[in-house]
């Protein structure tokens, strides 16, 4: 009994891991959710009075190690957590960067169980980097313009150059027409006037957008990638931030096979292999696996159409 009661107990970390060490879909974002259900089943365990003593005790223990590593959640103190130090001198509860591409990630953007002192915290963080992008933007484009002015006087105009850009706002109001955005697909000169305007606009829109669903009908995960890429057009800031969250993986997995399959590669019966032969064998052995799924799913495409 106790031993089948503690295969429960293990089982949601076994989830875990699994989860974020796949490579095909987004997991970054799926930390903060996946720790909170933890925990919550945890406490529920814990305060279970069918729960045998010896189970309880390990539940305690392991409840204690889960908040030495991510603390206890606070209201209002787990956006800010990671600037306390904890074991080892490691930034203590969820880093920054977890928090912020949940948020960023159409699934798990109402930042559910955070309190709102915590999703005020991230949201004005998300808004601080969207001012930062807007305002690298407007640099690059008025060096451009300065390029384009010198450019102008030693060279006849373009015509093809000065109209390329013209239907940018009709071209909007084609992809948002639909997507049911049709209002919010061109900015107002408001949102234009400023770069706090842009930014906060793009924000206000996002969190009125609708969720993402977490899994697709053959209970794959939805890729937000993907939303994104649809949304670049109407999120010129939000899209590319989201990009750079998004793309991250939750844990080394991915990285630390690579390391196993070279290991295995160049291995002592096999040390004088050419350098360069064994970075091609070792990059084979991912990217023939990789192949063969595209074409899977391009396959799967096909058939469905």
């Avoid at 699994?18 to 095909?24: I, L, P, V």
């Avoid at 600037?83 to 969820?94: A, F, H, K, Q, Y």
């Avoid at 010198?150 to 013209?166: A, T």
Wanted: hydrophobic residues 40%; contains cysteine; charged residues 25%.
């Amino acid at each position: 009994m106790i031993v089948e009661d503690t295969c429960v107990i293990l089982k949601p970390f076994m989830f875990a891991q699994k989860t974020f060490e796949g490579e095909a879909y987004v997991t970054i974002s799926m930390v903060p959710y996946v720790l909170y259900r933890i925990r919550s089943l945890l406490e529920d365990a814990r305060n279970d009075p069918n729960t045998s003593i010896q189970v309880a005790n390990l539940i305690q223990k392991m409840v204690n190690a889960f908040e030495l590593h991510w603390r206890c959640r606070e209201p209002g103190t787990v956006a800010s957590e990671h600037l306390t130090e904890g074991p080892n001198r490691r930034p203590w509860g969820i880093p920054l960067i977890t928090l912020l591409s949940s948020l960023l990630d159409p699934r798990f953007k109402v930042g559910l169980r955070l309190s709102q002192p915590d999703k005020d915290y991230l949201w004005s963080c998300i808004l601080h980097q969207n001012q930062r992008a807007d305002r690298r933007v407007v640099a690059e484009q008025e060096d451009a313009h300065q390029e384009h002015q010198i450019g102008y006087r030693e060279q006849k105009i373009d015509r093809g150059d000065v109209f390329q850009n013209m239907f940018d706002d009709l071209n909007a109001v084609r992809m948002a027409e639909g997507q049911g955005n049709i209002n919010n697909a061109v900015p107002t000169r408001e949102q234009e006037g400023d770069t706090y305007g842009r930014a906060q606009a793009e924000l206000t829109i996002y969190k009125a957008e609708s969720m993402l669903p977490l899994l697709k009908e053959d209970r794959t995960y939805n890729n937000p990638l993907e939303w994104w890429k649809m949304k670049a057009q109407q999120f010129p800031l939000l899209s590319e931030l989201a990009v750079h969250y998004l793309c991250i993986p939750a844990t080394s997995a991915t990285s630390e096979r690579v390391f196993s399959s070279a290991g295995l590669t160049i291995a002592k019966e096999q040390s004088r292999t050419d350098p360069l032969a064994a970075n091609e064998l070792v990059f084979l052995h991912e990217a023939i696996p990789a192949v063969r799924r595209y074409r899977a799913s391009i396959g799967a495409i096909r058939d469905l159409r």
